[in-house]
């Protein structure tokens, strides 16, 4: 299979079962690098953690290990890498926070880039004492980027732990109360709660400070139809 096809099989088209049975077969190193992201995708870690090794790609190595709990594993792969890519900086960072010992804090940049997506990873993988650990050192992370708490609040407002992303959320509004996407989001939080009043107080704060913030106006629509 040439690159081009492969690419839009997997981004695209995204039939990755169907991609899946032909990349079991191939020999490259490109082939085996996204059958292993096929096998993330679908959470089977341990086959990923396993084809990442064998082609050398060692942060994605030892982000599947994170992934399956093996924090040990994870640390001695990360650590012995040596280049100093910003994911692989990020990754040892992440450890600090998993630790409760952080010495070096994540840059705005791989704040942006990893924060949300690595904790979507984790409280999916099952790994809550992980995500507590990192979350509780939220206002770290706002040292570097000030949108650390909304990121942390949208994962758990994207997995219904709304409760929770209210907490974060509020101290994002705090910081952050031109977004537009911390009210819209707060207002789900209110929803999740049948608080339609604060709903629409947070959509209407959204529309204003976002020039007519889209999924707002189509929020407020809907409940006002409702």
């Known amino acids: 299979m040439n690159r081009k096809e492969l690419l839009n099989k997997f981004y695209v ?28 995708q679908e959470k089977d870690y341990k086959t990923a953690s396993l084809i990442y090794k ?25 650590h012995d890498i040596k280049e100093d890519s910003p994911p692989v900086m990020w990754g040892r960072s992440l450890l600090e926070f998993i630790n409760l010992y952080v010495i070096n804090v994540p840059t705005f940049f791989q704040i942006r880039a990893f924060l949300e997506v690595d904790l979507d990873a984790l409280l999916n ?11 509780n050192g939220a206002h770290l992370l706002a040292q570097n980027n ?9 994962v758990f407002v994207n997995n219904e732990y709304f409760d929770l992303a209210e907490l974060f959320l509020k101290r994002a509004k705090d910081i952050c ?28 704060t959204s529309i204003e400070k976002g020039y007519g913030y889209y999924p707002a106006k189509k929020l407020l629509e809907t409940i006002n139809l409702s």
Not at 14 to 33: D, F, M
Not at 57 to 67: D, V
């Open 13 to 40: 088209t995204k039939e990755y079962n169907s991609l899946k049975k032909i990349l079991a077969n191939g020999q490259t190193s490109y082939e085996k690098y996204y059958l292993a992201k096929i096998y993330a």
């Open 54 to 78: 064998s082609i050398n790609q060692y942060y994605e190595y030892g982000r599947c290990e994170l992934l399956q709990g093996n924090f040990d594993n994870a640390k001695k792969i990360w």
């Open 125 to 135: 993988a099952g790994l809550i004492n992980y995500c507590e650990n990192i979350v």
């Open 146 to 154: 000030q949108e650390s708490y909304k990121f942390i609040g949208r």
């Open 177 to 204: 109360y031109v977004d537009p996407e911390v009210h819209f989001l707060l207002a789900k939080c209110h929803l999740h709660n049948n608080d339609k009043k604060e709903a629409k107080k947070a959509l209407k």
